[in-house]
């Protein structure tokens, strides 16, 4: 199972908010290249770079900082937030980014997102699939859609992506555990899936469970930045 570190930007700065709410923001580095950087010697190889600055405005705004981590580190780079155009697609691709995250625009809009799989290839995009209550979350995940995280994900598939993370919304940024039973039915109903298990992840402990269920990757936020697992443990899993 892969550790995706994960970089969430905002003015330039690495924070994380709680349960996607800006008004709960912790500012844990200034320097997210010097991160990203600690995170590579760590033996990792991904990355899940987020910026939130362009989630709230919507467009991307912080590709600099994606240049200049995939131009000075050999990580993977999945970027998301604000990408709401093929224009926003080309310059996340362009800058470095081996993936680019899309989300509510699955959900709002199938049909650009489909010319952008056909301009640029399904498998350069990494399906963000927010749940709460079982179903797809939205706007900031102050919504929901009507569609069950199963049949998004199954629809996806279907397209061609094959990157696929999955966030209970209710634990992000919680350090509760995370959603060990709903993570066992999307495996169970796509287990050939490249499944990435985001939110809630608290100690090594949760990693390994998640390891042990299946899943292919592990998001990993705050329980990096709060010292609760330790770069040096996560070099167990690289």
């Not at 908010?17 to 923001?25: E, K, M, P, R, V």
């Not at 912080?62 to 093929?86: C, H, Q, Y």
């Not at 952008?116 to 995009?125: C, N, S, V």
Request: with cysteine.
């Amino acid at each position: 199972m892969q550790i995706i570190p994960a970089i969430d930007i905002i003015d330039g700065k690495c924070v994380r908010l709680t349960q996607g709410d800006y008004n709960q923001q912790t500012t844990y580095h200034n320097d997210p290249l010097e991160m990203a950087k600690r995170f590579e010697d760590a033996g990792l190889h991904r990355l899940h770079l987020v910026d939130l600055d362009g989630a709230r405005k919507k467009s991307v705004q912080n590709w600099k900082v994606l240049e200049s981590i995939a131009g000075r580190t050999a990580l993977e780079v999945d970027f998301g937030g604000g990408i709401s155009t093929r224009e926003d697609v080309k310059l996340v691709l362009e800058s470095g980014a081996k993936w680019a995250t899309v989300g509510s625009i699955a959900v709002k809009n199938e049909e650009e997102l489909q010319h952008w799989f056909d301009d640029f290839g399904a498998d350069k995009f990494m399906l963000g699939a927010d749940v709460k209550d079982g179903l797809i979350a939205i706007h900031g995940w102050m919504e929901t859609a009507g569609i069950t995280v199963f049949d998004f994900i199954r629809k996806y598939i279907a397209k061609g992506v094959t990157n696929v993370f999955c966030t209970d919304v209710s634990k992000d940024g919680k350090l509760e555990g995370p959603s060990i039973d709903l993570y066992k039915e999307i495996l169970a109903a796509f287990p050939s899936l490249w499944f990435i298990a985001s939110g809630g992840v608290s100690s090594v402990e949760d990693l390994e469970e998640l390891k042990g269920i299946g899943c292919r990757g592990a998001i990993v936020g705050k329980a990096i930045y709060e010292n609760r697992i330790s770069l040096e443990q996560l070099k167990a899993f690289a």
